[in-house]
């Protein structure tokens, strides 16, 4: 199983600035890489696929990078509705496996 | 409008069987992937299962051989039954579509506990 990983556990950002957020995969999944926004109490929502390609109605603040094994996820400028919890997922292999999540919190 | 809306979560001792539900509107289950996903209480997600294509299947580790994913074309639904169930196995399941998973239901809660 491949293994993901991601850094930091807890990011602490003002807002209006900008969060970079890392993942790290244990082997090469290409740009098979999703990453998702959770809220407390709502299900995850799909924001980026394909390593860079923005999900549908996605706003351009959010953008991504990597292939191979390192991928960055990064929020150009944090407005209150984006602290929230955000995991990544290869879907290169079976089975899909998901990082451990980094939460972003207002500092 | 795509929508999905799992049921049959509840509260079950170990060792018991659970069957969950996920109903799907606005697409065709047979023609998309299908899976599972959990996350127990304060955790992260966890890939459980997934149905794809003529109805090929996948599992975590941790579930092979207790669960089993199955869907119904003429009723566009979605269905893992349980078996055996752990305390590990206490979490928010979730329906999702595709893959990577753009569609996602509320979740049902199934809790394991005597």
């Known amino acids: 199983e491949i293994l993901m990983t991601q850094s930091p556990a807890t990011l602490s950002v003002s807002p209006g600035e900008r969060a970079t957020l890392s993942c790290r995969a244990s082997?090469?999944?290409?740009?098979?890489l999703a990453w998702y926004q959770q809220k407390p109490g709502q299900a995850p929502r799909l924001l980026i696929y394909?390593?860079?390609t923005r999900a549908t109605g996605i706003p351009a603040t959010f953008s991504a990078s990597g292939s191979g094994t390192e991928f960055t996820l990064t929020i150009s400028s944090l407005q209150s509705e984006d602290f929230a919890v955000y995991y990544c997922?290869?879907?290169?292999?079976?089975?899909?496996?998901f990082g451990q999540g980094t939460k972003v919190e207002i500092k | 409008e795509v929508q999905l809306v799992e049921s049959g979560g509840g509260l079950i001792q170990p060792g018991g069987s659970l069957r969950l539900s996920c109903a799907a509107s606005?697409?065709?289950?047979?023609?998309?992937?299908m899976s599972w996903v959990r996350q127990a209480p304060g955790k992260g997600l966890e890939w459980v299962s997934v149905?794809?294509?003529?109805?090929?299947?996948q599992y975590a580790d941790s579930v092979r051989g207790r669960f089993t994913i199955s869907r119904d074309d003429s009723k566009n639904t979605l269905s893992l039954q349980m078996n055996n169930l752990r305390a590990e196995d206490t979490a928010v399941y979730y329906c999702?579509?595709?893959?990577?998973?753009?569609?996602w239901g509320q979740g049902t809660l199934v809790t394991v506990s005597s």
């Open positions: 999702t579509r595709g893959a990577p998973s753009d569609s």
């Open positions: 606005g697409f065709s289950v047979s023609s998309n992937y």
């Open positions: 149905i794809y294509g003529g109805g090929t299947t």
């Open positions: 082997q090469s999944v290409s740009n098979t």
């Open positions: 394909d390593a860079s």
């Open positions: 997922q290869q879907y290169n292999k079976w089975p899909q496996t």
